[in-house]
């Protein structure tokens, strides 16, 4: 019970084979109550029913990263029925594979818009909030190992989360005095529905990456979802603006 008492929101949950999924379960698993959400609002609440079978506390409502007056339709609630918001995960995330020459300015301009404006209007009113908060909170920004190095086909999907890693490290330091912590995860490859997608478009790259895995796998959500309660709960109290990479080795 690592997360008792606390309470969490997650963005981007709405597949019971996706990280935002195993995160909240995982959340949910330690005592945690949980706020998820996605542009996909039967989706989400199809997620929150699982959860809630399993004996979980969990509510869904749509939430559309990119919107400002989501964001607020979606956190002040929290904060004002529960009395505080503890945590807040930036999970929602896409991808549009193209290389640099070809790709498509309104596909470039949804990538950075979900990606890096969605995590930076989550950080700006979770930050409103936990810092009224005696305890402060803890924000969790899901990056990529495409922040880390380059991908072919991944300009929009790599400047997004390189911009996630630096925004982080803003919201890090602006935070410390307040006692919000801002910390990012840069998974690997991860066994989900996105990269399964790209697996039906790109298998060799998806085999020739795989290949390089130190560890010899593809990772699991709950591989992800470990790393995020330890950030989430008071472990990780003395760490803010940490960068831990969740991918078998890839970046060693
Ligand atoms: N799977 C991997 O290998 C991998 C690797 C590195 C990073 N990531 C990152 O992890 C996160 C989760 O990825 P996943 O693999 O579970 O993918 P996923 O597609 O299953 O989950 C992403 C979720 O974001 C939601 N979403 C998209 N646009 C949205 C918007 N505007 N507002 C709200 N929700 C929106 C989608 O509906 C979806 O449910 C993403 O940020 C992704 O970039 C994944």
């Known amino acids: 019970m690592r997360l008792k008492g606390k309470t969490a929101a997650i963005t981007g949950v709405a597949s019971p084979n996706g990280l935002g999924f195993a995160i ?14 996605d542009i996909d609002a039967k989706a ?16 869904a409502r749509r939430l559309d990263v990119t919107s400002e007056p989501d964001w607020s339709d979606f ?12 945590i807040l995960v930036n999970n929602a995330g896409i991808s549009r594979r193209a290389l640099t020459e070809d790709i498509k300015i309104a596909d470039w301009r949804q990538v950075i818009e979900v990606n890096l404006t969605g995590a930076f209007l989550g950080c700006q009113q979770a930050i409103q909030i936990m810092q009224g908060q005696p ?9 990529s190992i495409s922040a880390l190095a380059a991908f072919p086909q991944s300009s929009a999907y790599g400047a997004s989360k390189g911009g996630l890693r630096q925004l982080s490290k ?41 290949a ?25 109290s003395y760490m803010t603006g940490a960068e831990i990479t969740v991918d078998g080795g890839y970046q060693i």
């Open 135 to 143: 305890g402060g909170g803890s924000i969790i920004n899901i990056a």
């Open 75 to 86: 956190l002040k609630p929290i904060a004002r029925d529960n009395g505080r918001l503890d």
């Open 212 to 236: 390089k895995i130190p560890v010899g796998r593809i990772g699991d959500p709950s591989d992800v979802a470990q790393c995020a309660i330890f950030l989430a709960s008071e472990e990780s």
């Open 170 to 210: 803003v919201v890090a330091l602006e935070g410390a005095s307040r006692k919000i912590r801002c910390n990012t995860i840069f998974p690997g490859m991860i066994a989900t529905d996105l990269l399964r997608d790209l697996a039906k478009t790109s298998p060799d790259q998806i085999a020739e990456q795989t």
């Open 44 to 59: 989400a609440a199809d997620c929150s029913e699982a959860l809630n079978a399993a004996g979980f506390q969990s509510i």
């Open 24 to 37: 909240a379960k995982a959340f949910c698993s330690q005592g945690a109550t949980v706020h998820i959400c």
